[in-house]
């Protein structure tokens, strides 16, 4: 079946530009991660949607990021006024549910801001 | 505070070589304990887990070896090839109403021919 999809797969952008990053996990799982991962870094965690609970937004760098989840399933990451310390892969991942064993991951969106 | 200590940060195996990669925790709680493989321009994708109940577990060439005491996992990559040259992430997931993994900061392992 269909995995995690990412889009845009690239994105460049201006330094003070909002940007949208979209995320589509599997059907049917509930539980939503994102992550971001700077070059040559590990996975910082970033926010994390289980079902119709509140998110978890204690990852979130800064007040200029923003997500929602939409009918319990799509995703967008929103980063206001984007900083060149923005820059990184954004993965995106899901599960059956919070606290199923295995997350799938998308490829993921690479940020550069210029 | 970084939760999940994994090292080394980078290795350099010959084909056919052993691959070791270790991971320490602080938390107790920790209850689950996967091993991610992530190759260049994809996302990571689990490669296999274990639980403190037991203290190793084999898929194929990859065995997890598990001290409960000293609060350490490690991976064994045996027979390596060139095609597991990849980053590999260890992770740490407690119980109740926290399971977000807690991960390493990654080993990027390159196998040569």
């Known amino acids: 079946g269909a995995g995690v999809s990412q889009s845009p797969s690239n994105k460049v952008t201006e330094k003070g530009k909002d940007v949208e990053l979209r995320c589509d996990p599997i059907?049917?799982?509930?539980?939503l991660y994102w992550y971001r991962q700077s070059l040559g870094q590990g996975l910082e965690f970033l926010i994390y949607?289980?079902?119709?609970?509140?998110?978890?937004k204690s990852g979130l760098p800064s007040d200029r990021f923003s997500a929602e989840r939409t009918g319990g399933s799509v995703s967008t990451l929103t980063i206001q006024r984007t900083q060149q310390e923005d820059s990184a892969v954004y993965l995106c991942a899901s599960s059956l549910w919070g606290g199923s064993d295995t997350q799938y991951f998308g490829p993921g969106t690479r940020l550069t801001v210029l | 505070q970084q939760q999940v200590k994994q090292s080394p940060q980078s290795l350099i195996v010959q084909k056919g070589g052993i691959s070791i990669i270790n991971c320490a925790y602080e938390n107790t709680a920790f209850d689950y304990f996967p091993w991610y493989q992530q190759f260049p321009g994809k996302g990571p994708a689990l490669l296999i887990a274990?639980?403190?109940d037991v203290s190793e577990k084999k898929e194929g060439r990859f065995t997890i070896s598990f001290n409960k005491s000293a609060k350490q996992f490690s991976l064994h990559i045996m027979d390596s090839q060139p095609g597991d040259s990849a980053t590999y992430f260890c992770?740490?997931?407690?119980?109740?109403?926290?399971?977000?993994?807690?991960w390493g900061l990654g080993t990027s392992l390159a196998v040569n021919p």
């Open positions: 992770a740490a997931r407690g119980h109740g109403n926290n399971r977000k993994l807690i």
């Open positions: 274990i639980r403190p």
């Open positions: 059907s049917g799982h509930t539980a």
């Open positions: 949607f289980q079902g119709n609970s509140a998110p978890d």
